[in-house]
């Protein structure tokens, strides 16, 4: 028995109901790791939350798992099920932007609140609900498309290609994309296509990327179409081969083993907020340990979907603060004390003030990073 079930198994004997944390996620899409990797970011951070004690006089934490399988209706549903519940006060979403898209609605007519570790969609956050239940520590489009561009830049390419998904996911990174290049003269998007998911390859598009003369391809895409054009660019004489700078979507399944040996022959970038790989924060140090020991993980360069374990962790840490500050679990109130919350000394930073009445995002577009994968999957910064 874990120390967290111990807390939980006490607090029910003394007659402690449990606040609830629904977790609705992508398990039991094929390829994904990243709703794993929040269930165990969420996970760590209840465990530590209860064995000090709960919240609101010894009241343990509790994670309900909301399978949604990437499919907007599921989550819809879990969004209603979940808020009829007694005590249920945030839900987490997991990587895939229209899913939570779909599901903006349904949240603010129940005044749930949503914790993102993951979906970057700017519309997510910037809803145009009033009040915003939506809170989100990860990325978002206009960052990442921002990294990549100016990366592409900083690499002396002048002209770039762009593949995105057919999706909410992709228009945010399209709109994204167009915004930059206003403020921009480089680099150039010479070429932009789109695809939908379960694609079998990109053979089309990148012949026409090459023939309008990109030098590199920007590519907004999960793990799936990611190991496609991985697999189909290694197979390729290294003269063809175009660099591709990759949203952090790629990082949310087991890209290694589905590109196999083919990743180690192409220059695959891709933006990130955090990693474990070189990561000397005593409080990163600390919660991978905890990963280690709990999960049987190796060492940091097993972590799967690391971004997703640390913002899911300093989230449940932001909710507890929140609810103790609140005095309930009313989630008007516990929203409301999301927006004061003050100090926090997290996994992925240290933060002067989490959020505010303006501003729903924990990060901003300084704390992203480009990376690299190393032969494990894990993913090492790149100097800037």
Same mark, same amino acid.
């Given at each position: 028995?874990? /120390?967290?079930?111990?807390?939980?198994?006490?607090? /029910?004997?003394?007659?402690?109901?449990?606040?609830?944390?629904?977790?609705?996620? #992508?398990?039991?899409?094929? *390829?994904?790791?990243?709703?794993?990797?929040?269930?165990? %970011?969420?996970?760590?951070?209840?465990?530590?939350?209860?064995?000090?004690? %709960?919240?609101?006089?010894?009241?343990?934490?509790?994670?309900?798992?909301?399978?949604?399988?990437?499919?907007?209706?599921?989550?819809?549903?879990?969004?209603?099920?979940?808020?009829?519940?007694?005590?249920?006060?945030?839900? $987490?979403?997991?990587?895939?932007?229209?899913?939570?898209?779909?599901?903006?609605?349904?949240?603010?007519?129940?005044?749930? !609140?949503?914790?993102?570790?993951?979906?970057?969609?700017?519309?997510?956050?910037?809803?145009?609900?009033?009040?915003?239940?939506? $809170?989100?520590?990860?990325?978002?489009?206009?960052?990442?498309?921002?990294?990549?561009?100016?990366?592409?830049?900083?690499?002396?390419?002048?002209?770039?290609?762009?593949?995105?998904?057919?999706?909410?996911?992709? =228009?945010?990174?399209?709109?994204?994309?167009?915004?930059?290049?206003?403020?921009?003269?480089?680099?150039?998007?010479?070429?932009?296509?789109?695809?939908?998911?379960?694609?079998?390859?990109?053979?089309?598009?990148?012949?026409? $990327?090459?023939?309008?003369?990109?030098?590199?391809?920007? $590519?907004?895409?999960?793990?799936?179409?990611?190991?496609?054009?991985?697999? #189909?660019?290694?197979?390729?004489?290294?003269?063809?081969?175009?660099?591709?700078?990759?949203?952090?979507?790629?990082?949310?399944?087991?890209?290694?083993?589905?590109?196999?040996?083919?990743?180690?022959?192409?220059?695959?970038?891709?933006?990130?907020?955090?990693?474990?790989?070189?990561?000397?924060?005593?409080?990163? =140090?600390?919660? /991978?340990?905890?990963?280690?020991?709990?999960?049987?993980?190796?060492?940091?360069?097993?972590?799967?979907?690391?971004?997703?374990?640390?913002?899911?962790?300093?989230?449940?840490? /932001? !909710?507890?603060?929140?609810?103790?500050?609140?005095?309930?679990?009313?989630?008007?109130?516990?929203?409301?004390?999301? #927006?004061?919350?003050?100090?926090?000394?997290?996994?992925?930073?240290?933060?002067?003030?989490?959020?505010?009445?303006?501003?729903?995002?924990?990060?901003?577009?300084?704390?992203?990073?480009?990376? =690299?994968? *190393?032969?494990?999957?894990?993913?090492? =910064?790149?100097?800037?």
């Amino acid at each position: 028995m874990t /120390l967290g079930s111990i807390a939980l198994a006490l607090a /029910l004997a003394a007659g402690k109901d449990p606040v609830f944390l629904g977790l609705d996620l #992508e398990f039991g899409h094929q *390829t994904s790791t990243s709703a794993e990797a929040v269930q165990r %970011g969420v996970e760590l951070a209840i465990a530590e939350v209860n064995a000090a004690g %709960g919240v609101l006089g010894g009241r343990p934490l509790e994670a309900v798992v909301l399978p949604n399988r990437a499919v907007p209706a599921r989550g819809i549903e879990n969004v209603k099920t979940f808020s009829a519940l007694k005590d249920a006060v945030a839900m $987490f979403c997991g990587k895939f932007s229209p899913v939570v898209l779909e599901e903006i609605s349904a949240l603010h007519e129940n005044e749930m !609140i949503m914790l993102d570790p993951w979906a970057a969609a700017d519309t997510i956050v910037d809803n145009g609900k009033q009040p915003n239940y939506v $809170f989100r520590l990860s990325l978002k489009d206009a960052w990442a498309m921002k990294t990549l561009l100016d990366h592409a830049t900083s690499r002396g390419f002048e002209r770039v290609a762009l593949l995105l998904p057919n999706t909410g996911w992709g =228009r945010s990174s399209a709109a994204a994309a167009e915004a930059y290049t206003k403020t921009h003269r480089s680099p150039r998007i010479v070429a932009t296509r789109w695809f939908n998911w379960g694609v079998e390859t990109f053979a089309e598009d990148y012949a026409a $990327f090459r023939a309008a003369g990109a030098e590199a391809l920007v $590519f907004v895409t999960n793990e799936g179409p990611g190991a496609v054009m991985v697999r #189909e660019v290694a197979a390729l004489p290294p003269e063809k081969r175009m660099p591709i700078l990759a949203h952090h979507g790629v990082a949310g399944g087991d890209l290694v083993t589905l590109s196999g040996p083919a990743l180690g022959q192409v220059d695959l970038q891709v933006v990130q907020f955090f990693t474990f790989m070189g990561n000397q924060r005593p409080q990163a =140090r600390e919660l /991978l340990a905890a990963i280690e020991k709990r999960y049987g993980v190796q060492d940091a360069a097993h972590v799967l979907s690391a971004g997703g374990v640390a913002a899911a962790h300093d989230l449940t840490h /932001l !909710i507890a603060m929140a609810i103790q500050k609140a005095g309930t679990t009313d989630r008007k109130a516990v929203r409301k004390a999301l #927006e004061e919350l003050r100090e926090y000394d997290g996994i992925v930073k240290k933060f002067a003030r989490p959020f505010t009445p303006e501003r729903h995002e924990a990060l901003s577009s300084e704390d992203l990073f480009m990376a =690299r994968f *190393t032969a494990e999957g894990a993913l090492v =910064r790149i100097p800037r």
